[in-house]
């Protein structure tokens, strides 16, 4: 009888330690800081219409900047965000942004043949463009991040938008650790705007 | 000769504790909490705030309480590596002339200081499951050579202690026992990974349609598992029947299995209609530890009983 009460003593103390221990650390993986908050902007979608501030209140957003004719890293970019896509789809809370860095190559029916060849079918995937000097702006003012020598030189990194259009986490886009990361902070935070 | 004894059950018990917090940072996704080592974020002490952080490290990898978490391991790892070396000299020191208890003792700390250094593999890796296998599967090596060395001082100490009559394939019994629930541990840290490739390809399912998922290797951990259970409750009901003289040792350890591969179906069940919890995964290794331990003691005991003639 004695050892059975010492067994279950001894399972129940480890089973609370690990509780707790687990509980913080779900805890600290939710937190996911506040890092900016995105003022107005205006781009235009490759369907024509006008993308602004207020199409990412209500829905989180994955942002990157690509450029369609880029043969470095936007390929594994793209396939990455097509995957993420995909892997989302049951969702509406959930959307993704690219950005043309180069405006001048990237027409509006160009972003539309390249959603179509990334196999993006409806719109929680959104392909805009705007004014070089707007996104330079956008990208360096408000994102953050640098926008030097465009389009060549622009970011690989993917921004986590919160259905507030506050900036919460960066990551990079081609390693596979960074983006299970982002799928962590997805699922975590899509919960949280049910 | 009843001090090394001391050292080596205190080592057992240390390390079961150990493997409980192993499976614990696992679990927490606290295993590059920190991403160096033996340092933590360039620091022997690991930082509190973001200010404490070297300039080359991005802050977005710095979570203090996983950081904590996978440090606590490390610190727990260097006292159990402590107790086990102590427990290597002590019966250098006092069994010399036991190769049975003095080689296992010396094996046991070379494989602790293996798997200090493999620890750090392990980070390096950046948790291959593989490198993550090993890490696991060594740690109970060590823990079945300290109940073993435990059990050897013992019977070294008391040596005229009348052993129970067995059945006698209780050897054979245990060894297939304890060799089946390693092959099982092994398989299940392949199912948990296998789990985790299919979270990360599919995000938004619910836990138990990720379960559903993991495909053939899960259905193989399964039915062995099954076996398992209905072999320990077979044997177990076999020695308990066909002993004479039985010890407390004995029959609790006997209960112990055929209580905890109870325990394990309730645990896989659980698996399949809540889906993986965290809290859940640390038991259900830790109990699998536990019955490859217990299978150890009974093996050693038989082992004895039969060199003894008293089968």
């Known amino acids: 009888m004695k050892w059975i009460i010492i067994s279950v003593g001894i399972a129940i103390s480890l089973g609370i330690l690990a509780m707790l221990v687990l509980v913080q650390a779900e805890h600290s993986k939710a937190d996911i800081p506040v890092l900016g908050q995105l003022s107005d902007f205006t781009l235009t979608e490759r369907s024509g219409e006008s993308f602004t501030r207020d199409n990412l209140i209500g829905k989180l957003t994955v942002v990157d900047f690509i450029f369609t004719s880029c043969q470095g890293p936007c390929p594994i970019m793209g396939t990455t965000m097509a995957e993420l896509y995909q892997q989302f789809e049951g969702t509406s809370r959930i959307q993704f942004l690219s950005i043309s860095v180069d405006p001048e190559r990237d027409s509006l029916e160009t972003l539309r043949e390249y959603a179509t060849s990334l196999g993006v079918t409806d719109n929680r995937w959104l392909f805009t463009r705007g004014p070089l000097d707007s996104i330079t702006q956008l990208c360096e003012g408000q994102f953050m991040l640098a926008a030097e020598n465009l389009p060549g030189g622009h970011t690989t990194k993917f921004i986590l938008v919160d259905d507030q259009a506050q900036i919460r986490r960066y990551y990079t886009s081609l390693d596979e650790k960074s983006i299970r990361a982002l799928k962590r902070d997805l699922k975590l935070l899509v919960d949280k705007i049910k | 000769?009843?001090?090394?004894?001391?050292?080596?059950?205190?080592?057992?018990?240390?390390?079961?504790?150990?493997?409980?917090?192993?499976?614990?940072?696992?679990?927490?996704?606290?295993?590059?909490?920190?991403?160096?080592?033996?340092?933590?974020?360039?620091?022997?002490?690991?930082?509190?705030?973001?200010?404490?952080?070297?300039?080359?490290?991005?802050?977005?990898?710095?979570?203090?309480?996983?950081?904590?978490?996978?440090?606590?391991?490390?610190?727990?790892?260097?006292?159990?590596?402590?107790?086990?070396?102590?427990?290597?000299?002590?019966?250098?020191?006092?069994?010399?002339?036991?190769?049975?208890?003095?080689?296992?003792?010396?094996?046991?700390?070379?494989?602790?200081?293996?798997?200090?250094?493999?620890?750090?593999?392990?980070?390096?890796?950046?948790?291959?499951?593989?490198?993550?296998?090993?890490?696991t599967v060594i740690a109970l090596i060590i823990v079945s050579l300290l109940i073993w060395v435990t059990q050897q001082s013992y019977y070294e100490e008391h040596s005229a202690i009348e052993m129970p009559k067995l059945p006698s394939a209780t050897v054979k019994w245990m060894t297939i026992l304890w060799s089946l629930s390693i092959v099982q541990v092994i398989l299940g840290t392949q199912v948990r990974q296998a789990y985790e490739v299919v979270v990360h390809q599919f995000p938004m399912l619910h836990p138990t349609q990720w379960v559903g998922k993991v495909g053939g290797l899960n259905h193989v951990h399964m039915t062995i598992g099954i076996v398992v259970a209905v072999y320990a409750w077979y044997v177990g009901q076999a020695i308990l029947k066909g002993s004479k003289g039985i010890t407390p040792l004995l029959r609790q350890s006997i209960i112990g299995i055929m209580v905890a591969v109870g325990i394990q179906i309730i645990l896989g069940l659980t698996f399949i209609f809540v889906?993986?919890?965290?809290?859940?995964?640390?038991?259900?290794?830790?109990?699998?530890?536990?019955?490859?331990?217990?299978?150890?003691?009974?093996?050693?005991?038989?082992?004895?009983?039969?060199?003894?003639?008293s089968r």
């Open chain 2, 1 to 135: 000769m009843r001090r090394l004894r001391q050292f080596a059950f205190f080592s057992t018990i240390a390390t079961y504790i150990l493997i409980f917090i192993g499976g614990l940072v696992r679990v927490s996704g606290a295993g590059l909490g920190c991403p160096d080592w033996p340092t933590c974020f360039g620091r022997w002490i690991p930082p509190t705030s973001l200010d404490q952080l070297p300039s080359d490290i991005d802050p977005s990898q710095f979570n203090i309480a996983l950081a904590w978490i996978e440090y606590s391991n490390r610190l727990c790892g260097i006292i159990v590596g402590l107790l086990i070396a102590t427990t290597a000299v002590l019966a250098l020191m006092y069994a010399r002339h036991r190769i049975k208890i003095w080689f296992p003792a010396v094996l046991a700390g070379l494989l602790t200081a293996f798997q200090g250094w493999q620890g750090s593999v392990v980070v390096s890796s950046v948790l291959e499951p593989v490198v993550v296998t090993v890490h």
């Open chain 2, 275 to 309: 889906g993986l919890s965290p809290l859940t995964q640390v038991f259900h290794l830790w109990v699998a530890s536990i019955i490859i331990g217990l299978s150890l003691v009974i093996f050693t005991a038989s082992k004895r009983a039969y060199q003894t003639g």
